[in-house]
């Protein structure tokens, strides 16, 4: 069954550097997510990306958060300068239908761990 | 704003009992539900969407039950298995968009 895939599994990074998390999202999916989940807590939900631009995003998800999709499989989570309450699971996702009543895929994360 | 609120964190059963997971929301009617299975270190894994003119929704040992007028939704995994132990989320869709809104989770044990 086809699946979303994120790299890396880990990344450790110091305080103020500048991170880029990956993923490849399903190969005829639409619509691509990321969220993150602090240790013990809920599922955050950050972007929202399609058709090439942001389509929608939340208050977590601030001008040192970017997003790209650079080719036709990669989509991408960049954090300009890292603080250390970014530490966090990273959970990219996609959706393959117009109809947002289908569910979303989600990988299993870039646990990022600020330092 | 949008909030959903599962009410146990910790559910703890035998094998072979039903576990029931239940899922409350407000200021919010959504046009379905979702429920995700995610175990420790991993992703949330896809399990049953339910909409909001289906009472119930069934897929092997799970049932999903929606109610609109109370605002909730149980979910139920029957007979279940030392297998089933995870933590089972419930997710919404954002009022505006196509983002989901997950609760915190019900982490559920099943001891043989």
């Known amino acids: 069954e086809p699946e979303v895939t994120q790299t890396p599994s880990h990344q450790v990074t110091q305080m103020g550097q500048e991170v880029i998390l990956r993923c490849v999202p399903i190969?005829?999916?639409?619509?691509f997510y990321w969220y993150r989940q602090i240790l013990g807590q809920k599922v955050e939900f950050l972007v929202s990306?399609?058709?090439?631009?942001?389509?929608?995003k939340s208050e977590i998800f601030d001008d040192q958060f970017s997003v790209e999709r650079p080719d036709g499989s990669n989509f991408t989570l960049k954090i300009r300068s890292t603080k250390l309450e970014d530490s966090a699971m990273y959970f990219c996702?996609?959706?393959?239908?117009?109809?947002?009543?289908?569910?979303?895929?989600f990988g299993d994360g870039t646990r990022l761990s600020i330092l | 704003s949008q909030k959903i609120e599962q009410n146990s964190e910790a559910l703890n059963i035998q094998e072979g009992k039903t576990a029931t997971l239940t899922c409350n929301y407000t200021?919010?009617?959504?046009?379905?539900l979702q429920w995700y299975r995610q175990d420790p270190g991993r992703g949330p894994v896809f399990l049953l969407l339910?909409?909001?003119?289906?009472k119930e929704k069934r897929k092997e040992r799970l049932k999903v039950t929606f109610d609109t007028t109370l605002k909730q939704s149980l979910f139920h995994i029957t007979a279940s298995q030392p297998a089933d132990s995870a933590t089972y989320l419930c997710?919404?869709?954002?009022?505006?968009?196509?983002?989901?809104?997950f609760g915190k989770g019900t982490t559920l044990s099943v001891s043989s």
């Open positions: 996702a996609s959706r393959g239908y117009r109809d947002s009543n289908q569910p979303q895929h």
């Open positions: 190969s005829n999916h639409l619509y």
């Open positions: 990306f399609y058709n090439n631009e942001i389509s929608e």
């Open positions: 200021n919010y009617s959504p046009a379905y």
């Open positions: 339910i909409r909001e003119n289906e």
């Open positions: 997710a919404l869709r954002r009022q505006a968009g196509t983002a989901l809104i």
